[in-house]
């Protein structure tokens, strides 16, 4: 019996780790263009990003206005069907381009990828039987480089059809079962700054550029 649940549990990680998708759809109004552009060693981080799922997933899907930016990566592009209403949008476009059951979900800035922390959020996942893994810093949800699945999508769809309806993650996140995983649990695994640090600020920018020329988006992390 124990072998089977081991078999099984096995196969719903593969599963886990079948699809990756990069939100790329932001406004960037802070940053003051796109982020998109943002390049460390004459790469842009969002490619860079691609590039270090392709070594976890079977494919990487990114939801972008602008798929010309990734045509030297073997990735799938798909833009929001709803757009303009934030991450959900993004969400649920990659599902409805996309035969996943689940989603790993990252954003176009982000600055790291721990492989053994995504492991340990799909076992957590898998163990409570939840429809998403976030990381919880405090009272602060920290909803990217964390899983989703499909069963959110009937969700994500009234919400983006529905005027009134809101529109935040967190939103959405509050009807559902979540395993949050607290910010002190995963730093055993990874290091929160490596990953959840937003470049927002051409200040953000300049700061991360100094402190991480040639180093890679997995270094020290996994």
Known sequence: MEKDQEIEKNLEIKEM???AMILAGGKS????FDKQLL???HKTLAVRMAEELLNHFERVIVVTKT????ENV???TCSDIYPGQGPISGIHAAFCQSDAEVLFVVACDMTGFSKAYALHQAERMIEEKTEACVTMNGEKMEPFHGFFSRSLLPDLEQRLTDPQAPKSLYQLLKNHAVTEIDIEEMR???DPE???TNL????DYQAFQANHCCTPLSDNLN
Do not use: W
């Not at 109004?29 to 003051?32: A, E, Q, T």
């Not at 927002?200 to 200040?203: K, L, R, S």
């Open 200 to 203: 927002n600020t051409p200040q």
């Open 29 to 32: 109004s802070r940053m003051g």
């Open 188 to 190: 055993k695994y990874a």
């Open 67 to 70: 798929p010309e930016l990734y």
């Open 39 to 41: 390049e460390l060693d």
């Open 74 to 76: 073997d990735v799938m």
């Open 17 to 19: 780790f079948r699809t």
């Open 194 to 196: 490596g990953i959840f």
